[in-house]
């Protein structure tokens, strides 16, 4: 029995199996590896602006404690439940250790629509949130971030709200807050410039030419439309993007900074361009070099696996492709170079962890040396991965999984059990 359910559940239960196989991790420690540590239920009331209440239902999984606090981002969306949260805590655990960070992963959200409701409902809403899960978290003990839903803003929001109640501001209880309330620089770009950093790296050694090469995007919300700039950077063509409102398509390549100051304004693409408009379903088989799912999870699903006509596979998103796509994807792993999600979107937490050590230390960094210790550990983390997959014949998502996993493993095996 577990109160842990749904699909996306069920998802990350399966890897963990294919992983736990493949390391012959014993039946009798697999369970303490899997099950999270914590998980916290809440109700949120809020006045409505025409002064009715309403209660929205909120969590938090904490996965595990064994390496330092648990970190994780907090997403608004009508689909969050608690089974979904405990999927993206533990997928934030593989991620953590993959890339060497002293976390455990935790995960939190609200099941509403932010965009359904006015500002000051959302700001409401979420101290309320915050003020709900003081008892439960900590510098030292659990650090929020934005994920989908969510901000800067209400990041500052939370900040906020932690600090009154503590009498002083601190600045580290959460990650991805404004530069002008103790944020780093390039966070907010974080994870989109990794998920593009490492499109390119994988484009060189393919010698693909960049300039000549074509990328499509899912989700054009803090993920999607910063790997979409920087790809355009690089040279790419962005043929096509889609959001929760359609799609765009473009042959010769969409104008990406226009289309953003679209997206800031507007909060959507809708409206961009009639002319452009095209089937959003159409978007994760279009033909092209890099794709990236950047929205919602297990939208790869077997069938549009087999369907995909991308060279790399960079997963913006967390968990967008389903085991059963992954039996294919290894199929086709001449065909189409897959980077897992738990390190292609792994520069945000990675950025988040820079962000926390600067407030404790209250020493900021300049944004260049930011960017370029990211980019180090991404490089060191995708060359393990490399290997690792290489070495024993396994997909890479395998590699990249089963290096976090057995870190966590080892770390909670040196400890012990107490008591
Ligand atoms: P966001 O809220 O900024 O943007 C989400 C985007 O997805 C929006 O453009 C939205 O319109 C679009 N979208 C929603 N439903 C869609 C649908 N059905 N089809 C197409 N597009 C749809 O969120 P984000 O922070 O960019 O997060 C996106 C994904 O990246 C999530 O899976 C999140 O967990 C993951 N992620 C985010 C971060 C981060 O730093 N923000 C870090 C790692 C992973």
């Known amino acids: 029995m577990t109160v842990y359910s749904g699909p996306v559940f069920a998802m990350a239960a399966k890897q963990f199996g294919v992983i736990a196989d493949y390391l012959a991790i014993p039946a009798d420690e697999r369970d303490r ?41 907090t997403r608004f969306a009508p689909s969050v439940d608690l089974g979904e949260v405990a999927a993206l805590a533990i997928w934030m655990s593989w991620k953590c250790a993959l890339v060497g960070l002293p976390y455990g992963g935790a995960k939190g959200g609200i099941a509403v629509d932010p965009r359904a409701i006015s500002k000051h409902e959302l700001e409401a809403l979420s101290r309320r949130y915050m003020q709900e899960m003081i008892p439960f978290v900590g510098p030292h003990v659990d650090v929020m971030a934005p994920d989908m839903g969510t901000n800067e803003q209400v990041m500052a929001w939370f900040m906020d709200t932690y600090s009154m109640y503590q009498g002083r501001t601190v600045t580290e209880i959460v990650t991805g807050k404004p530069v002008a309330s103790g944020g780093t620089l390039g966070r907010r770009e974080a994870t989109g410039r990794g998920v593009a950093h490492l499109a390119k790296r994988v484009m060189n050694e393919l010698a693909i030419d960049l300039s000549d090469a074509t990328a499509v995007i899912q989700g054009f919300g803090n993920v999607g439309s910063y790997a979409a700039l920087d790809l355009q950077r690089f040279g790419l063509k962005v043929i096509a993007v889609s959001d929760h409102s359609g799609a765009l398509h473009r042959a010769e390549g969409l104008d990406i900074p226009a289309l953003m100051r679209h997206t800031a304004e507007h909060g959507s693409i809708a409206g961009f361009s009639s002319e452009l408009q095209c089937d959003p379903d159409s978007i994760l088989t279009m033909e092209c070099d890099v794709l990236v799912p950047a929205a919602m999870e297990r939208v790869i699903d077997g069938g549009i696996a087999q369907q995909l006509r991308c060279r790399v596979l960079a997963e913006g998103a967390n968990g967008p492709t389903t085991p059963d796509a992954d039996l294919i994807l290894e199929q086709r792993q001449d065909e189409i170079f897959l980077i897992p999600d738990i390190l292609c979107n792994s520069g945000g937490v990675v950025v988040s962890y820079f962000e926390w050590v600067q407030d404790l230390q209250q020493l900021f960094w300049e944004e260049e040396e930011v960017m370029r210790r990211e980019y180090q550990i991404l490089d060191r983390a995708f060359d393990q991965m490399v290997i690792r997959a290489k070495r024993d014949g396994v997909p890479h998502r395998t590699a990249a999984m089963a290096i976090g996993v057995e870190k966590v493993r080892a770390a909670k095996n040196t400890r012990g059990l107490f008591p």
């Open 33 to 73: 590896l899997l099950m999270p540590k914590r998980a916290i239920t809440i109700s949120c009331p809020i006045h409505r602006d025409d002064g009715s209440i309403a209660v929205f239902e909120g969590y938090r999984v904490q996965h595990h404690l064994t390496l330092g606090p648990t970190k994780g981002g």
